[in-house]
T-cell receptor
Framework: DAGVIQSPRHEVTEMGQEVTLRCKPISGHNSLFWYRQTMMRGLELLIY????????DSGMPEDRFSAKMPNASFSTLKIQPSEPRDSAVYFC??????????FGPGTRLTVL | QKEVEQDPGPLSVPEGAIVSLNCTYSNSAFQYFMWYRQYSRKGPELLMY??SSGNKEDGRFTAQVDKSSKYISLFIRDSQPSDSATYLCAMSRNSNYQLIWGAGTKLIIKP
């Protein structure tokens, strides 16, 4: 299996621009997670989907962040408008129910 | 106070040494305990998974859980330079999704 696939791997944008991060989970996995990792705050869960339905979005920092999962093989995390404090590494992870989480390589976002 | 405390390090040891990495936690409801390894500019990968108390061994790695002390450990025997990475502990109450993460300990193994 190719593992969790994320794109782009690196994104540099200017404050105020819209950013879209993409994730393809492992085939057959029914849960998907979006995380953000920073030096200051460590690894934070942003949102969790089960069977394409958002179950817990309490970690989404504010309305500028939105996530969708239109089908079992694709999810997006969108930031609009982006701000410098959104600079971080964003990880997508997936698993089967009650199994371990498998992480993608991450998207390194820099907002200037 | 954070639910999970982990010393961020860095911890630097010579090759071949036994390494001990630890996390403490405050929520006695945690039942599932995990250790993830994260190499620089990569995503975390699961290293060890333990349910409830006790020890679990996998090759050079041993995970230990002491629920009475709310303390978990990861031991690495015969450490190698390739073990240099950040090690994150994670735990949950009754499901896999609501993982609570430690800050991660950066480990450096010197040749």
């Amino acid at each position: 299996d190719a593992g969790v696939i994320q794109s782009p791997r690196h994104e540099v944008t200017e404050m105020g621009q819209e950013v879209t991060l993409r994730c393809k989970p492992i085939s057959g996995h029914n849960s998907l997670f979006w995380y953000r990792q920073t030096m200051m705050r460590g690894l934070e869960l942003l949102i969790y989907f089960n069977n394409n339905v958002p179950i817990d979005d309490s970690g989404m920092p504010e309305d500028r962040f939105s996530a969708k999962m239109p089908n079992a093989s694709f999810s997006t995390l969108k930031i609009q408008p982006s701000e410098p404090r959104d600079s971080a590494v964003y990880f997508c992870a997936s698993n089967e129910q009650t199994d371990t989480q498998y992480f993608g390589p991450g998207t390194r976002l820099t907002v200037l | 106070q954070k639910e999970v405390e982990q010393d961020p390090g860095p911890l630097s040891v010579p090759e071949g040494a036994i390494v001990s990495l630890n996390c403490t936690y405050s929520n006695s409801a945690f039942q599932y305990f995990m250790w993830y390894r994260q190499y620089s500019r990569k995503g975390p990968e699961l290293l060890m998974y333990t349910y409830s108390s006790g020890n679990k061994e996998d090759g050079r790695f041993t995970a230990q859980v002491d629920k009475s002390s709310k303390y978990i450990s990861l031991f690495i025997r015969d450490s190698q330079p390739s073990d240099s990475a950040t090690y994150l502990c994670a735990m949950s109450r009754n499901s896999n999704y609501q993982l609570i993460w430690g800050a991660g300990t950066k480990l450096i193994i010197k040749p």
